[in-house]
T-cell receptor, first 113, second 114 residues
Framework: DAGITQSPRHKVTETGTPVTLRCHQT?????MYWYRQDPGHGLRLIHY???????DKGEVSDGYSVSRSKTEDFLLTLESATSSQTSVYFC????????????FGQGTRLTVV | GDSVTQMEGPVTLSEEAFLTINCTYTATGYPSLFWYVQYPGEGLQLLLKATKADDKGSNKGFEATYRKETTSFHLEKGSVQVSDSAVYFCALSDPVDSGYALNFGKGTSLLVTP
């Protein structure tokens, strides 16, 4: 199995509080992604990174920010959580951006109350 | 931008039935195409892929052929098992048009009954 770990696995937080989710990899892959999974929407890309300090927005980036200061860590921050951000969040890694396989973490279930 | 459309689910089949899950895509470049599977409570894992037109990806009895003329990548299996019950996602990667993103369809839930 690819070495990819998400933390925390579950979190309940209150509306308006900041939340940071962490994705850690031991594969030294260049590309890292954050997705959210919601019923009826499948997986939607939030942000991705193609190197240290190199990030770009996905289709649902509003309300989210990311940082990648080291190859192995990709952080997703909800600056002020809202109920619409209740979701399951998945991190994925890829060796390159073309035709290589993406490996997924186990997911983080976030509930904003 | 690039996009993936796959058939709505859920799909319910009896064991040993034939499976087809349709997937079509829109892309301006020459994307690579993937099928991922998600078992309950888990992350996604690659099922198969194809990187150019007319390529056939196959794994665990599943197959899909990259059809550029119909912009399709339909998933098929000749005889499904109860253990195939999962959610299946079609995805594409198109560095020319979408940079390094990996874009997914909405997923198709499959339930196989004994």
């Amino acid at each position: 199995d690819a070495g990819i770990t998400q933390s925390p696995r579950h979190k309940v937080t209150e509306t308006g509080t900041p939340v940071t989710l962490r994705c850690h990899q031991t594969e030294n892959h260049r590309y890292m992604y954050w997705y959210r999974q919601d019923p009826g929407h499948g997986l939607r890309l939030i942000h991705y990174s193609y190197g240290v300090k190199d990030t770009d927005k996905g289709e649902v980036s509003d309300g989210y920010s990311v940082s990648r200061s080291k190859t192995e860590d990709f952080l997703l921050t909800l600056e002020s959580a809202t109920s619409s951000q209740t979701s399951v969040y998945f991190c994925a890694i890829r060796e390159d951006g073309g035709n290589t396989e993406a490996f997924f973490g186990q997911g983080t279930r976030l509930t904003v109350v | 931008g690039d996009s993936v459309t796959q058939m709505e689910g859920p799909v319910t089949l009896s064991e040993e039935a034939f499976l087809t899950i349709n997937c079509t895509y829109t892309a301006t470049g020459y994307p690579s195409l993937f099928w991922y599977v998600q078992y309950p409570g888990e992350g996604l894992q690659l099922l198969l892929k194809a990187t150019k037109a007319d390529d056939k990806g196959s794994n665990k009895g599943f197959e899909a052929t990259y059809r550029k003329e119909t912009t399709s990548f339909h998933l098929e299996k000749g005889s499904v098992q109860v253990s195939d019950s999962a959610v299946y996602f079609c995805a594409l990667s198109d560095p020319v048009d979408s940079g390094y993103a990996l874009n997914f369809g909405k997923g198709t839930s499959l339930l196989v009954t004994p």
